[in-house]
């Protein structure tokens, strides 16, 4: 039995409900933060539990690299060795391999590459970013896909919109014969991760899925026919969710906009739909408006660690000296415990130290700021109002 | 009203009890983990209150630098500044002064040095410590002393020890005409800061100080009578509290602790003595158990963040291969938060792939474990029995 979408309320083509996998319940639309190496830099896993979130991402490619997956999959499976008792999606690898421009050659096989930390040679074919993924164990993992470049012409949008989807047939082939072989199959489920306080939510009917599920992703390039075209062969190969890929990756915002929406319109209305690497607070929004349910991205983190932070009155650099005495909270409407108990002239110092502990702050501030933009669709979907102040306009 | 230790129970020299400040009480002996910049590096606030810290330290130097003084003043002080509203101590600045060898030129005046991160020119005096210190606020501030460098010949270490007590006398001088400009005076102090969560612990006879307290230091190089002499002279200068000075600066361990037992003959029973910078956990253990009720020391979180853990089985340094699928607690017989929930496996990942998180959860086991060290010391003492297992014998 793989994830599943529990709808309990719908506005237009948004909708809001429950993404019930092996590792407990997910409301959507979610925002996923990224946790690269099986850790969202600086912040403890308490934290992200308390944050709310209810699934992470992790990136195939740098865990494969390190500490590798055999080591993974011996001490349990992703979840038991970063001690996570939640939802996990990995990625294929997919994006980081196509993203090492000069490291890596691609073929109908697969994809040869070096690593970008000591150049070590190494082969993603579909059937290995999936022997790969069952090793690590996520709930949700994701089909060994080619992120079109941008700008790319018709001939070479329907090439790799082709090698994409034959690629499908290879993953999906793959992983259900393979599927058995997660690390927490079975029994293993029932033994909770070594001290984690996380309760495990069980729908009362109906149980938990009990193994892996793997998306397809939809790619087609900026062509709308193409799109249509990748979506329509890629539910007739047949996964229980499915994914828009190839976006945000040097195209106009309205583009973007443009390809999403047209897309959404083929996929299955009643399965998961993940616009993946998305976006601003603001575009987070405007998606989980448009009957997105899954999105990651790792601006929140990453902008974080740089002293970008984002809040209800817009952006704001920690680092001017305009906030060196300012003792108001980084953002006055937030409720996070960031804002809560620091001055913006705290986290001014912090930042201009270089202190461990302002990468560790600025990132949970943003984290729950990405959380607390979803809340609000949420509510704003289940509600049938405008939304309230607080979400972000794109 | 200065701060007063409240003894409860002795065994030998030692004595366990409680030293009342402006910010609460604090379980002595007590382990003081160094907050340099205002900030334990990478651990917030929260988790240091959960961790059970009663006392920071604070670098004046480094604060006299970053943020500067007058924002720290202007942000009610460090206190507030840092939303911790337990107590801190302060250093004077002189021992980082004086390690900046080749930046500074020492006069009966003060000391002249450079700034580390631009070379600006600064001058630091008894005096001028004493601004900075009142104006960063901690509940415990100390006199500006010189600290003798190892080795000494006889001559060298009188003159040093002789600075420090003119330094001595004008540092109280100082203190006691301007002791009412920190900025928590007064009412002040009954202003929370901003969402800490701490509870003010108030005797309920007794009302807590509501002054900053200055300590003086002894001194006196590697001589027994010199640091008689020290202690005595300091004493009679007459101080609430006195620490020993100018050890852990390279000298073999038996001489620091015949010099620590030899001074503490000459200390007041009844006041606070701090044992300056030292020291490993057999070290801390052993000195709690000679009279010595306050220490701080850099090495629990700054070995974290090299990856060097302390634990009941001895010192571990995370980084090894061996760990690589070690599916242990970090150290077994510890109930903290980072052994409770993570795998050493985990740990080593996290070091090895430079992640945040690495830093993060070493310095709170590291923490732990020197406060808990000092916990079982303070039960030995208060029963009367031969240390339990868990405190490391030097």
């Not at 237009?12 to 996923?32: D, N, Y």
């Amino acid at each position: 039995m793989s994830v599943r979408l529990q709808i309990e309320a719908t506005r237009g083509s948004a909708r809001t409900g429950k993404l019930i996998t092996p590792h407990g319940e997910v409301e959507t639309p979610v925002f996923m933060p990224v946790g690269t190496l099986g850790s969202v830099k600086g912040v403890s896993q308490d934290v992200l539990e308390e944050l709310g979130v209810e699934i992470l991402l992790a990136n195939t490619y740098h865990l494969f690299l390190r500490p590798g997956v055999e080591t993974v999959r011996k001490m349990g499976g992703l979840h038991r060795f970063m001690s996570w008792d939640r939802a996990i999606l990995t990625d294929s690898g997919g994006f980081q391999v196509f993203s090492l421009t000069d490291l890596r050659k691609v073929s109908d096989e697969g994809v040869a590459f070096r690593s970008h930390l000591d150049g070590s040679p190494h082969f993603l074919s579909p059937e290995k970013a999936m022997e790969v993924q069952i090793g690590l164990g996520a709930d949700i993992i994701m089909a060994f896909d080619e992120c079109t470049e941008y700008p790319a012409d018709g001939q070479r949008a329907r090439a790799s919109m082709e090698l994409t989807l034959r690629w499908a047939e290879r993953c999906k082939k793959y992983f259900e014969e393979h599927k058995r072989e997660v690390p927490w199959g079975g029994s293993a489920l029932r033994r909770r991760p070594c001290g984690s306080g996380a309760t495990p939510r069980l729908d009362g009917a109906e149980p938990r899925p009990h193994a892996q599920s793997l998306f397809g992703i939809v790619q087609g390039g900026m062509d709308r026919e193409l799109r249509r075209e990748s979506a329509d062969r890629t539910i007739d190969i047949g996964f229980p969710g499915y994914a828009i890929g190839g976006l945000s990756v040097g195209e106009p915002r309205e583009l973007t906009r443009d390809i999403v929406e047209s897309t959404l319109e083929h996929l299955p209305s009643d399965q998961p739909r993940y616009l993946m690497g998305v976006g601003t607070p603001e575009e987070i929004a405007y998606y989980a408006q448009s009957g997105i349910d899954m999105m990651d991205c790792v601006l929140p983190t990453r902008a974080a660690r740089h002293g970008l932070l984002f809040t209800s009155e817009g952006k704001l650099s920690i680092k001017q000296a305009r906030y060196a005495q300012d003792e108001s909270a980084l953002d006055p409407a937030c409720d996070c415990r960031v804002c809560q108990r620091y001055s913006r002239a705290y986290l001014r110092h912090l930042y201009a130290a270089n202190e461990l502990l302002a990468q560790v702050l600025n990132t949970v501030h943003n984290l729950h700021y990405y959380l607390a933009t979803m809340r609000t669709v949420r509510t704003w979907i289940r509600a049938g109002r405008a939304p309230a102040t607080g979400v972000p306009r794109m």
